[in-house]
Antibody, heavy 120, light 106 residues
């Protein structure tokens, strides 16, 4: 079955760069149409899509955050990495990675999420 | 950017009630509209994709309709486990979520 799990720091300081890793199993990021995305949710607030990487290494970013985000993949390790630069307290959120399939352009499988707090 | 607006932001209902949530896109998204359910402290769950297709395992009391810019999620008879926050999401051009609709106990 498909599983995803996020890992990374729980606390970062303002202006630092956040690096999160999504480790997945049950699918291959070499399969046509497959993608892995990142979504975040500040405490008590709505979901916000951040970035997605496709099987062919095509990358998509949220326009409002594009200048701060980089997404990459390591198919040999079944991992997707998201970096976000210049972190600010407003970036405090639970960060999720999620699977996007060829057949359904939606996020069906999600990781458990990881809470990242930005504070000095 | 495509913006998604849900209404209402919250609603109160009782078990057995019919509930309708509306989602409006700032431009045409065809049928590329998904609905998710999220309970407190839990991961979002995909309910409906492509506006009206029920995800496997989702109860038939959930249904979706619409195309273009206007969409609805309907719960025909609210069950205790349905009290949650619901999000729409467009996948026509990148991905954008609505601000959520919280369904609370009346």
């Amino acid at each position: 079955q498909i599983t995803l799990k996020e890992s990374g720091p729980t606390l970062v300081k303002p202006t630092q760069t956040l690096t999160l890793t999504c480790t997945f199993s049950g699918f291959s990021l070499n399969t046509r149409g497959v993608g892995v995305g990142w979504i975040r949710q500040p405490p008590g607030k709505a979901l916000e899509w951040l970035a997605l990487i496709y099987w062919d290494d095509d990358k998509r970013y949220s326009p409002s955050l594009k200048s701060r985000l980089t997404i990459s993949k390591d198919t040999s390790k079944n991992q997707v990495v998201l970096t976000m630069t210049n972190m600010d307290p407003v970036d405090t959120a639970t960060y999720y990675c999620a699977h996007r399939s060829l057949e359904v352009d939606a996020f069906h499988y999600w990781g458990q999420g990881t809470l990242v707090t930005v504070a000095s | 950017d495509i913006q998604m607006t849900q209404s209402p932001s919250s609603l109160s209902a009782s078990v057995g009630d019919g509930v309708t949530i509306t989602c409006r896109a700032s431009q045409n998204v065809a049928i590329y509209l998904n609905w998710y359910q999220q309970k407190p402290g839990k991961v979002p769950r995909l309910l409906i994709y492509d506006a009206s297709r029920l995800q496997s395992g989702v109860p038939s009391r959930f249904s979706g309709s619409g195309s273009g810019t206007d969409f609805t999620l309907t719960i025909s008879s609210l069950q205790p486990e349905d009290f949650a926050t619901y999000y729409c999401q467009q996948s026509y051009s990148l991905w954008t979520f609505g601000q959520g609709t919280k369904v609370e106990v009346k």
